[in-house]
């Protein structure tokens, strides 16, 4: 029997040792492995600052709720499995043993090294399948629209084939598709029919020559996949005239295409300038061209990359001058129909590993080859072949690209570029790197 004195002196004692040692409800909150199974145990005290977090020992991170205090070690269960929850915390999965012959708790580095990353593991995301994408597949080839019959951008040779950097855009979608640049068809296309050819499904995608504007996005319920020539507007006169600017069109006639950014940028151009000029308007680009040469207007207007190919398929290219002015932007880009954005990203990056092939400096003849590529060229191949597989393209799609039309720069040089009956600067289009505007978002 303690008698009541000693049992005071005892609880004297004992209070304030019980004041130091850890609640049964315990203070702490939000306990986590905060850099890994190896890594410190940090709870939320009730007494820490915001944002404060203190160091405890690990066996906190392994109760089965932030806020309950550990077991004691003589009840441990050292064969209990643990699992991360998706607050960070560990708790067990399995039931403990009995307690007979129950082996000794493992030291505090055993237990680090045993834990389970306390981070949660990354959510995998599902992408939806492509519907356009699987009725491509089911047909057996990609139906492009294009311009029927613009030098350097779409028109065919006398063979029946289609060339210019429109058409190999086109073989390049068809590439990361089914990685053969064969399996398209080309639709020559009128202005005021290519929005409607797309909504109607009659192409899955327009690379025409088009502008990306405001209005066409919102208005023709259509998703431009980017800029892939920068343009502007201006015009060719005879060169027998002696102009050296549009500002000395006064009291000329011109041609222009009608339904196009050309036609209404020309009349703002001349009314904010107050120049009188006569405008005749024709249905279609053919139309106006031939107007211009029977001599019913004195110059006509449109994209400068159109004046260029125009003017080379003059007879006499050199009796054509194409004025100083350009009058407006005309960032030209594939577009696809809204409503199917995984579609709409297969195009989209299509648009992307050409440019960034010519950054990395991928060519045609790399990726073709047999040998493995190396440095940037290889990161670009190996970092875009996963998330194109989930976008349900093969993991070669971009080397396939490549191998099948070349990049940004090879498919601009022989098209419109110094190689070709053009001979176009790069000019802005050019890398970002050399002074130009194209640009790609990166693919790895």
């Known amino acids: 029997m303690i008698s009541l004195k000693k049992l005071a002196v005892w609880l004297a004692l004992a209070l304030p040792l019980a004041s130091l040692a850890p609640s049964a409800e315990a203070a702490y909150q939000l306990c986590a492995l905060r850099d890994g199974p190896s890594g410190p145990c940090t709870c939320k005290s009730d007494d820490a600052a915001a944002g404060e977090f203190k160091v405890v020992p690990k066996r906190y991170c392994r109760t089965a709720k932030a806020t309950q205090a550990p077991k004691p070690k003589d009840s441990e269960n050292t064969d209990a499995a643990t699992s991360v929850q998706e607050t960070g915390a560990v708790t067990d999965s399995k039931p403990s043993a009995p307690e007979t012959g129950a082996a000794a708790p493992p030291s505090e580095e055993k237990d ?225 129909a809204k409503g199917d954005e995984e579609w709409a990203a297969i195009v989209r990056w299509t648009l992307a590993a050409l440019i960034n092939a010519e950054e990395v400096g991928l060519t045609k003849a790399m990726a073709g080859a047999k040998e493995p590529l190396a440095g940037d060229a290889n990161r670009l191949v190996q970092g875009s072949g996963p998330i194109g597989v989930k976008l349900g393209l093969s993991s070669s799609w971009v080397r396939d690209i490549i191998a099948g039309v070349g990049n940004y720069g090879e498919v601009f040089e022989t098209n419109v570029g110094s190689q070709s009956p053009l001979g176009m600067e790069r000019g802005i289009n050019a890398l970002w790197k050399r002074g130009g505007l194209l640009y790609a978002p990166p693919m790895w």
């Open 112 to 336: 680090s090294a045993a834990q389970p990353s306390s981070a949660s593991p990354p959510e995998t995301l599902s992408i939806p399948a492509s519907k356009k994408l699987i009725e491509v597949r089911s047909r057996g080839k990609l139906l492009c629209g294009v311009n029927s019959s613009r030098l350097g951008f779409s028109n065919q040779t006398q063979t029946g084939d289609w060339a210019g950097i429109d058409a190999e855009f086109c073989r390049a979608v068809a590439a990361a598709i089914f990685g053969d640049v064969t399996k398209v068809e080309f639709i020559a296309l009128e202005n005021a029919d290519r929005f409607s050819a797309l909504r109607s499904n009659k192409i899955d995608v327009l690379s025409r020559n088009t502008t990306w504007t405001m209005q066409r996005d919102i208005e023709e319920q259509v998703d431009f996949a980017g800029v892939f020539f920068f343009d502007g507007q201006g015009f060719l006169t005879t060169d027998d005239r002696g102009l050296v600017s549009a500002q000395q069109l006064a009291g000329t006639t011109l041609c222009v295409e009608q339904a196009t950014t050309s036609e209404q940028n020309m009349a703002y151009y001349f009314e904010s300038h107050k120049i009188n000029i006569t405008s005749k308007a024709y249905p279609n680009h053919d139309a106006m061209l031939e107007a211009y040469k029977a001599g019913e207007c004195d110059a006509f207007t449109g994209d400068r990359s159109s004046l260029f190919a125009d003017r080379a398929a003059l007879p006499e290219p050199d009796r054509h001058a194409i004025l100083p002015e350009v009058i407006s932007k005309e960032p030209l880009g594939p577009a696809v």
